[in-house]
């Protein structure tokens, strides 16, 4: 079993839909949990990053910590075309050693 | 803002050639991770450089090695290429010792082709 699981998707919404993206993790020391969003051909781009449990905002997105349950979530509200790509969880316990998700592809259809 | 360079973006070579890939991090960055993203999968963790030396050590062959220089940069080499390293290899970059709030950034990937 992988430390961190996530679906892979494929996740098709139509445009303004809110999208909830999920992962969970089996090993409790990880303190630091990150959102990347990666374009095909293109390098993962940080999208959240958070540390410990709790929320944080930034624009349309939401990413959640659930360190009691070992979850985290990222939301997109008003989600729109360009929002398409595929979004990786990732998560660590020193800022190194970083443990992907599988991705999840997301497509937003006008 | 400057991000993370990397050359070449693609990069053909036979098997049993040699492939030298450059890394240069974002600015007053110490820290350089390389990682392996095969087709469809999620990245790989190779090996990371903190102020010059090797930091952490991860699921990389000992056909390749790699070097972070005085100005930051880092190249990883791979020898003896094997068709299965054909994949997109990723360096990121981060301040370290900031008490966590630097987070990895990503460059947009060498693409390696092994034939």
């Known amino acids: 079993q992988k430390e961190v699981e996530q679906d892979p998707g494929p996740l098709s919404v139509p445009e303004g839909a809110i999208v909830s993206l999920n992962c969970t993790y089996s090993?409790?020391?990880?303190?630091?949990f990150m959102w990347y969003r990666q374009y095909s051909r293109k390098g993962p781009e940080l999208l959240m990053y958070?540390?410990?449990?709790g929320n944080k905002e930034d624009g349309r997105f939401t990413a959640q910590v659930d360190k009691s349950s070992k979850y985290i979530s990222l939301f997109i509200r008003d989600s729109q075309p360009s929002d398409s790509a595929t979004y990786l969880c990732?998560?660590?316990?020193?800022?190194?050693?970083?443990?992907f998700g599988a991705g999840t592809r997301l497509t937003v259809k006008p | 803002a400057a991000g993370v360079i990397q050359s070449p973006r693609h990069l053909i070579k036979e098997k049993r050639e040699t492939a030298t890939l450059k890394c240069y991090p974002i600015?007053?960055?110490?820290?350089v991770y390389w990682y392996q993203q095969g087709p469809g999968q999620d990245p790989q963790f190779l090996i990371s450089?903190?102020?010059?030396?090797?930091?952490d050590k991860g699921s990389i062959p000992d056909r390749f090695s790699a070097q972070q220089f005085s100005d930051y940069h880092s190249e990883l080499n791979m020898s003896s290429l094997e068709l299965g390293d054909s994949a997109l290899y990723f360096c990121?970059?981060?301040?370290?010792?900031?008490?966590?709030?630097?987070?990895?950034?990503f460059g947009n990937g060498t693409r390696l082709t092994v034939t």
């Open positions: 958070t540390y410990s449990s």
């Open positions: 990732a998560m660590s316990y020193n800022n190194n050693d970083m443990r």
């Open positions: 990121a970059s981060s301040l370290a010792g900031t008490g966590g709030d630097s987070p990895l950034h």
């Open positions: 450089f903190y102020e010059k030396m090797q930091s």
């Open positions: 600015p007053r960055h110490d820290t």
């Open positions: 090993n409790s020391a990880f303190q630091y």
